[in-house]
C-alpha cells in the first residue's frame, strides 16, 4: 500500500519553529519528488516546497522563502519541514504529496497522485 504519513504538527508561537516530517512506505521514494502543501480554512490548498527525487532541486514559494527548508533521508523514507520563524498566516493543514519524478517539480496538485494525510499546524499567542 502506497502511503505517506506527516508528523509534527502542533501549537507554536508566532516567530517559533516546528519540524514536520513525512515518512513513506510501500513504494521507493527515490524515484518520487516530494511537495509540501498546505490549507487553510476557506483557502484553496497552496503549494509550500517541493524537493527533486534525489534532493538536487529545490523550490519555495515566495511566501516561506528564507522561513522554511526542505530536506529529505532517502536511506530513511522520510522528507522534512523545517519552518521557522512563524506566522499566523502559516496556520493550516500540512501535506506532503509525492510526484512522479519523471517531470520537474510543480506545485499543482493534480501531479500528485500520492498524499498523506495531513497535519495541523497552528501559529498563535
Known amino acids: 500500500q502506497l502511503q505517506l504519513v506527516e508528523s509534527g504538527g502542533g501549537l507554536v508561537q508566532p516567530g517559533g519553529s516546528l519540524r514536520l516530517s513525512c515518512a513513506a512506505s510501500?513504494?521507493?521514494?527515490?524515484?518520487?519528488?516530494i511537495g509540501w502543501f498546505r490549507q487553510a480554512p476557506g483557502k484553496e490548498r497552496e503549494g509550500v516546497s517541493c524537493i527533486s527525487s534525489i534532493g538536487t532541486n529545490i523550490y519555495y514559494a515566495d511566501s516561506v522563502k528564507g522561513r522554511f527548508t526542505v530536506s529529505r533521508d532517502n536511506a530513511k523514507k522520510t522528507v522534512y519541514l523545517q519552518m521557522n520563524s512563524l506566522k499566523p498566516e502559516d496556520t493550516a493543514i500540512y501535506y506532503c504529496?509525492?510526484?512522479?519524478?519523471?517531470?520537474?517539480?510543480?506545485?499543482?496538485?493534480?501531479?500528485?497522485?500520492?498524499w498523506g494525510q495531513g497535519t495541523q499546524v497552528t501559529v498563535s499567542s
Open positions: 510501500g513504494f521507493t521514494l527515490d524515484y518520487y519528488h
Open positions: 504529496a509525492a510526484m512522479v519524478r519523471s517531470r520537474q517539480c510543480v506545485f499543482s496538485t493534480q501531479y500528485y497522485p500520492i
